[in-house]
Every structure is written in C-alpha cells, then in structure tokens.
C-alpha cells in the first residue's frame, strides 16, 4: 500500500493510492450513489441523469469532498486555501463500451492559471477489466494542447490524445480497493479503457484550487453547471469567483 508523498506528486505528476475510508463507509456511500441516480446497486445499469455535481446536491457527497485527510494532503501540495470547484463521479456500468481517452484535465477547464489537484475516489473495486484509472508517471511536464484530435465516437470525449501519441508503455493500471484515493495533477495524463466485466466501475472525482485562479464566469454558466467553486479550508481574499460560488447542501 502507497503512501501519500509530495515529493512523489512533484516528481510523477500523482500520489497513491492510498486508505481514506473504511469498507462500511465506501459500501454506504456506493449505495447513496446508486441511489441518487434510481437504481438498485444489485442490478446496475447505464446512468439516465447526471452524475455531476453531486457535492452541490447531497451532504453524504459533500462530505467526501470535505474528508479531513484528503483536504490535509491537498493542503501539502496547494497550501493552506482552498477551493473545492467541482466534483463527477466516474462510473461505468458492466459492459460499458466507452473508453476515457488519454488526456490533460486541465486542458478542457476555463481557468487560469492551470492549479488543480484532482482526488479521485474508489467506491467500489477497480481493477484492469472494469476500466480502471491509467496514468502516465512524468506526463505532467509538458502541455499537449495542440496535439489534441478529433475521436472516434466510442470515446467519452470529443477530443483528446490517440494512443499512438502517448508513450502507453509507460503507463500503469491503477487498480484499487472501495475506499481508497490517489491524487493527481491537472497536467498528469490518464485515461480508462472499456468495462469489458459484470463489475460495476464507481469512482468519482473531486477537484481543487487555489483563491488566486479566476474562472471565465461566461464559459462556466454556458458549458459547466457542476463547477461551482467553494471555500473549503482558509481565505480567499480574492473573492474573484463569487459570481458562480456553489452553496454548502443542507441535506441527502
């Protein structure tokens, strides 16, 4: 089992995985999950709603993307202010045929400048055959933007890198038990293949910031409903984001 190591996270662009909740806690909060999107967690089936956002909806969602542990080790990194921007669970029914391409998350994202760090959160196995999470230590070095292509419609994404432009061979499977975080950078590249077992894949992502990043407030409202910043730990004596400030859910 990893450790959470800064150094790591300066060196390969990611840290972990690493233990963050115990087994009841991850099979309560799948459960909240499949029960957020009307389904039974024994018969689970394509999404029919978003599953963005779910920090802004549900305090149990909230509460994840507030863990004492994961918002002490983002402050190593990003230091003592911090913004909570956004959250999406990344799930992929049995037999799910889309595949996540490689890519840059910050590429996509209307912010400057690029400070993220992304947790991204197991609440259920996953391993190499339901489409775990792949990343590419180093990778965050250098930007890609320009070689960014037009895909094929079995990607999730419009856009993103071919595999014949990456270096795949150094890339590791992330495979990982309910419960369990890593940690990457907004430039680290990853991607995910295609759920080809009868395991549902449940993990969701949460990202975060520092107070001096301005979001173009045009682009969120017209593109990006769930990316709604929040103050999670500190100030933020910019306040450059107030326009889109996401608010704290009640309750569910």
């Known amino acids: ?3 959470f190591s800064a150094d790591q996270y300066a060196k390969e662009g990611y840290t972990g995985p690493i233990p963050l909740l115990e087994s009841e806690q991850a099979d309560a909060y799948r459960n909240a999950f499949f029960n ?7 018969n689970p089936g ?7 956002g779910f920090n ?3 305090k149990w969602a909230y509460d994840i993307a507030t863990h004492p542990t994961v918002l002490d080790h983002i402050e190593e990194v990003l230091g003592p202010n911090l913004i909570c921007w956004a959250m999406y669970f990344w799930y992929k029914e ?9 890519h840059q998350d910050a590429v996509y994202w209307p912010m400057q400048p690029r400070i993220n760090m992304t947790a991204w959160v197991t609440l259920s196995p996953t391993f190499k055959e339901n489409g775990c999470l792949r990343i590419i230590p180093g990778s965050h070095k250098e930007w890609l933007d320009d070689e960014y292509t037009d895909l094929d419609k079995a990607a999730q994404f419009g856009r993103g890198l071919q595999a014949d432009q990456v270096d795949e061979s150094q890339a590791i499977d992330l495979e990982m038990n309910p419960g369990e975080v890593i940690f990457f950078s907004e430039a680290t ?3 995910s293949t295609t759920n080809t077992s009868d395991t549902p894949r449940v993990a969701c992502s949460i ?5 001096e990043v301005r979001f173009d407030t045009e682009e969120v409202f017209k593109r990006f409903e769930h990316v709604r910043p929040i103050l999670v730990r500190g100030e933020d004596p910019h306040r450059y984001n107030d326009a889109i400030a996401g608010q704290i859910p009640k309750e569910g």
């Open 36 to 42: 957020a999107i009307g389904q039974n967690p024994q």
């Open 1 to 3: 089992m990893s450790t």
């Open 94 to 102: 049995p037999h799910n045929t889309k595949y996540i391409p490689w």
């Open 207 to 211: 990202r975060y910031t520092t107070p």
């Open 189 to 191: 590249l990853h991607s």
């Open 46 to 52: 394509p999404a029919e709603s978003s599953v963005s």
């Open 56 to 58: 802004l909806k549900y």
